[in-house]
């Protein structure tokens, strides 16, 4: 549960976002119930979905592909050259985002999400939370396996939490008029492969009312 942030752009972008392939798309810190957390977007593919309706985060990202030595760079230009020692002293969460799906490997591939699984537990001494940003087709028992792996070789645990968009309860309205594409079944599926895995789950729902919400 976030319960408040602040945004930090220190490096020049344009506007309030990056598009530079070696720089994260955005960052900023936020407060959460274990303690301060930082909100960090990569720079990658764009959403593939891109028709929810109202959202235009898929624009922030890239039409190409990233590789993953851009993406790498990404991680270590914010760990290297942004945060202070002060701040990196402080997270003790990351919310890991690319506006889209971090768990598609058509945007993110598996060896940049588990470089920055290592370098984040690395530079942070008091996380011990990651956060995992996804549309619920993209969860599934393989990656969850790989990142608990991952994170354990890491020396520390790390608790593993992933976050949908459910948006709206009633399902017609969520697929027919905010146009989602998450069917109940898709998403019982996601959540039975994270609770098979013993990790966490949160899920977030719109705030703009449509017609015919209650």
Known sequence: MVCGWYLVCRHKCRGWWCEKLDRPNQYWFYYALNG?????????????FGKCAGCSLHRLGCADFVTNPM???????????????????????????????????????AAALLYACSMLVHNLPKLNRIVFETRAEFV?????????????????????????????FDE????????????????????????????HLRCYFMYRPLPEMT
Do not use: W
């Not at 760990?79 to 990196?88: N, S």
């Open 172 to 199: 017609r309205l969520r697929n027919k008029a905010y146009h989602k594409g998450l069917s109940n079944s898709n998403l019982e599926k996601a959540v039975t492969s994270i609770v098979e895995a013993g990790v």
């Open 36 to 48: 301060k957390g930082l909100f960090l977007v990569l720079f990658t593919r764009r959403c593939a």
């Open 71 to 109: 993406i790498m760079k990404q991680v270590s230009s914010v760990l290297d050259d942004e945060l202070t020692d002060d701040e990196k002293a402080s997270i003790r969460e990351v919310f890991l985002s690319n506006n889209g799906s971090i768990f598609d490997r058509r945007s993110m591939p």
């Open 140 to 168: 599934d028992p393989s990656i969850l396996s790989l990142l608990r792996e991952t994170l354990d070789a890491c020396g520390r645990r790390i608790e593993i939490e992933i976050a949908i968009g459910v948006e709206i």
